[in-house]
């Protein structure tokens, strides 16, 4: 099979997603899922829907013409506040975006009235990330002038967390984005339909019993598609951690030694992690490199070391002497090295369970096909 290419388990990924809905469905919370790490993937996003998300999330407009153009019919929000120069083909594919500005706002109203239409806004706030949002002071305000424009309806309040800053999301935080939720309402009178507490980093709070308030949606993309607990990098319970993994092939194996790197004092090679007892130990170079993935975001089997990697070569240490030119090794991504390597030109994706069947945990469709990224 070629390489490098990801192997994606469509089962995994439903089956996370349904874990995930059930356990915040309890707590009053839906979800929506996120599909920006995946390019916008239209099979990788069906099995998200059929898994128990309400609805879509994409931070780009390219990645919500791709599924649209696929077929993807649910609604879909951008969660990147929209760019002047595309309002009006956010109001085209998108039921609603996420918003921080009153003249993209206004721009959005103007585009739905052309073509007929209401889109949904909801504000976003800053609440400590210091990525987006409006200060918490001047979301009343906003929120009137939203209610008071035709072509746009308020659908809700959200915030985001642990982006930009790291800080997972407090109960304070939580309560503080419950009480502006009331406020709004109170001072502008429709009942808001979403408020939206924030990503994969807020799961741990959600899921541990923590008060969660007026919060009744997350929208998550990185506990569905990794597994993981963004703030902590550790694995949630209950959750698979493999659905993708990255194969690579190896095309050079030498037992060279690694000595003449030691010592070096060029900055470049400041990076390079030795091997700390390079007797006997080989020397794989695979066909992959920087431009196809985060090559410091690959966890290697047991047993193999990262040395270091280029645009195009990933160098790696191993004493095990039966891999050879040829062979493929499985990795898997973090989310930054899962994120660039969906989108690298040369990388093929193989789809496993591509299939929805009535209980997921008898899935055993080996059907497999070939898709580019
Ligand atoms: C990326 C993003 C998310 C999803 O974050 P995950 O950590 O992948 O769950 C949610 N909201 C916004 C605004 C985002 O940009």
Redesign the pocket.
């Given at each position: 099979m070629t390489c490098p290419r990801i192997d994606v388990d469509l089962r995994k990924i439903r089956e996370n997603t349904r874990t995930i809905v059930d356990r915040l469905n309890v707590r009053g919370i839906q979800v929506t899922a996120?599909t920006?790490?995946t390019c916008g993937h239209p099979a990788i996003a069906r099995a998200m829907v059929d898994g128990g998300a309400e609805g879509l999330?994409e931070?780009r407009l390219s990645h919500v013409r791709r599924l649209r153009e696929a077929g993807v019919a649910c609604p879909i929000t951008l969660?990147?506040t929209p760019m002047l120069s595309q309002v009006d083909d956010v109001v085209q594919v998108c039921e609603a975006s996420?918003n921080t500005e009153m003249t993209v706002i206004t721009a959005l109203a103007a585009a739905a009235l052309r073509q007929k239409t209401v889109h949904g806004i909801i504000l976003m706030v800053e609440m400590g990330d210091q990525r987006e949002g409006i200060l918490p002071r001047h979301v009343v305000g906003m929120a009137q002038r939203v209610v008071a424009m035709s072509g746009v309806q308020l659908k809700g309040i959200g915030a985001?967390f642990a982006?930009l800053s790291g800080i997972a999301p407090t109960a304070a935080k939580i309560q503080a984005l419950s009480d502006l939720a009331n406020e709004v309402e109170g001072q502008c009178g429709p009942f808001l339909q979403t408020v939206s507490g924030g990503?994969?980093?807020n799961l741990t709070m959600a899921l541990n019993g923590s008060p969660t308030g007026r919060i009744n949606d997350l929208?998550?993309?990185?506990?569905i598609l990794l597994g993981v607990d963004?703030v902590t990098g550790g694995q949630i319970g209950g959750l698979y951690r493999d659905a993708f993994t990255l194969v690579a092939e190896v095309i050079e194996t030498d037992a060279k030694s690694l000595g003449p790197l030691v010592g070096r004092t060029d900055p470049p090679l400041g990076k390079i992690h030795l091997v700390s007892d390079t007797t006997g130990t080989i020397r794989l170079i695979f066909a992959i490199g920087h431009r196809d993935t985060d090559a410091t975001g690959l966890t290697m089997p047991p047993d193999h070391t990262f040395v270091g990697a280029t645009s195009d070569h990933l160098i790696i240490g191993t004493k095990d002497p039966t891999l050879c030119v040829g062979s493929e090794m499985r990795f898997q991504m973090n989310y930054s090295a899962l994120m660039r390597a969906m989108a690298a030109p040369d990388t093929q994706l193989t789809i496993r369970n591509d299939r929805p069947v009535s209980d997921p945990r008898d899935a055993q469709d080996p059907s497999t096909h070939l898709a580019l990224v």
């Open positions: 996120v920006k790490a999330a931070a969660i990147r996420y985001n982006c990503n994969s980093a929208r998550i993309g990185e506990a963004p």
